[in-house]
């Protein structure tokens, strides 16, 4: 199982960057992903919940609005679409899958299991 994130980097305030995670190695379909970031020296911490569908769409209120979610599970691949950047944005975001298949939107570091090796964003004039 292996979850690659990409796409990271420096941008401007106000900027926008894609994020990706390719997945391989066990049946993407069958599962929810997430979005997760990291800012230094603080706790990871929820942005995005896509279903297995990607009917079911849920947002961490400090970006709703400013991102988007989405999925192709014919690729293997999930994206993260962000918007209207903030400074406070900065952090290394990570792609995860959830654990239970079976289970509803999952907020917590621990619904998730296995985790990608995070993609820097740094936003910053």
């Known amino acids: 199982v292996q979850l690659v994130e990409s796409g990271g980097g420096l941008v401007q305030p106000g900027g926008a960057l894609r994020l990706s995670c390719a997945a391989s190695g066990f049946a993407f379909g069958a599962y929810a992903l997430c979005w997760f970031r990291q800012a230094p020296g603080k706790e990871r911490v929820f942005v995005a919940y896509?279903?297995?569908?990607?009917?079911?769409?849920y947002y961490a209120d400090s970006v709703k609005g400013r991102v988007t979610v989405a999925r192709d599970n014919a690729e293997n691949a999930v994206s993260l679409q962000m918007n209207s950047l903030k400074p406070e944005d900065t952090a290394v975001y990570y792609c995860a899958t959830r654990s239970d298949p079976n289970g509803s939107v999952g907020v917590r570091v621990s619904d998730y299991n296995p985790w990608g090796q995070g993609t820097q964003v740094t936003v910053s004039s």
């Open positions: 896509i279903s297995r569908s990607g009917g079911i769409l």
